[in-house]
């Protein structure tokens, strides 16, 4: 990332790859790949390797994002029961 008093560093300092960012936010490169492509998280592909900029992943990481499968509704039955109910 940016230098602490703000100034940049070396070009290295200013980007990441994929695994990088996983380990930052403590998520799988997969998740951060299908932000990527979501458009969810900006970076770029150069030679087939995912690059992003540290102000970026900055801005990713302090956006808010819901974890895991959303909760079921009351009254509302699994897959499984809908089908064994119907026979």
Same mark, same amino acid.
């Given at each position: 990332?940016?230098? $602490?008093?703000?100034?940049? $560093? ?32 900006? $970076?770029?592909?150069? $030679? ?40």
């Amino acid at each position: 990332m940016v230098n $602490g008093d703000g100034a940049g $560093g070396s070009l290295a300092d200013n980007f990441y790859t994929t695994a990088t960012v996983a380990k930052l936010a403590g998520v799988d490169q997969t998740f951060v790949r299908r932000s990527l492509r979501a458009g969810r998280l900006r $970076g770029e592909k150069l $030679g087939g390797v995912w690059v992003i900029a540290a102000d970026e992943v900055d801005r990713w990481l302090r956006t808010p994002r819901k974890r895991g499968r959303p909760p079921r509704q009351a009254g509302q039955l699994p897959m499984v029961e809908l089908l064994e109910n119907e026979g």
